[in-house]
T-cell receptor, first 110, second 116 residues
């Protein structure tokens, strides 16, 4: 299973764009990259998933370079409610076990 | 649509007492099921996963056990709780047609367990 590395914490202000980068040097050919968001005392929530290039949904964008050894979650114009822990995971299909690391704790300030 | 339930939401138990946490999934068949534990301020630790009825894989040796008596029911148990068992317990499922290739997991609301 590919191991991921992401910053422990980040700070931002309301209205700014936040980019969280995750390294996954040992990503396998079949692995997808998935980001989850977790608020205190809640289970993680799926945000976005991609395999290569760029994926965008109503919440975020995910940028994946050609070598796929890293990925960047982009949150446009964050608000206070985006304060949460963000996890980057890589894995492939079936009952593959996704490994949740410590994540990135994002604090958005007024 | 699929939903996942966990209960109880919070639990305070004395050391040495038994434990039973339940998780059920609705709206999907033959899901993969997972139990995680999260200590305060930490990441998620995978405890058990199951790919079918009666099939349990343990990731971490401990005094906890898991069972899957029905397709969409997953139970976490202990005969005697330890102080170190305190934490936030999360159940998750994966494996519906849309998530099969990508193993996206969907989490329940969690149970906060305090062992005193």
């Amino acid at each position: 299973l590919a191991k991921t590395t992401q910053p422990i914490s980040m700070d931002s202000y309301e209205g700014q764009e936040v980019n969280i980068t995750c390294s996954h040097n040992n990503i396998a050919t079949n692995d997808y990259i998935t980001w989850y968001q977790q608020f205190p005392s809640q289970g993680p929530r799926f945000i976005i998933q991609g395999y290569k290039t760029k994926v965008t949904n109503e919440v975020a964008s995910l940028f994946i370079p050609a070598d796929r050894k890293s990925s960047t979650l982009s949150l446009p114009r964050v608000s206070l409610s985006d304060t949460a822990v963000y996890y980057c995971l890589v894995g492939s299909g079936g009952y593959n076990k996704l490994i949740f690391g410590a994540g990135t704790r994002l604090a958005v300030h007024p | 649509s699929q939903t996942i339930h966990q209960w109880p939401a919070t639990l305070v138990q004395p050391v040495g007492s038994p434990l039973s946490l339940e998780c059920t999934v609705e709206g999907t068949s033959n899901p993969n099921l997972y139990w995680y534990r999260q200590a305060a301020g930490r990441g998620l630790q995978l405890l058990f996963y199951s790919v079918g009825i009666g099939q349990i894989s343990s990731e971490v040796p401990q005094n906890l056990s898991a069972s899957r008596p029905q397709d969409r029911q997953f139970i976490l148990s202990s005969k005697k709780l330890l102080l170190s068992d305190s934490g936030f317990y999360l159940c998750a499922w994966s494996g519906d047609r849309g998530s099969w290739r990508t193993d996206t997991q969907y989490f329940g609301p969690g149970t906060r367990l305090t062992v005193l």
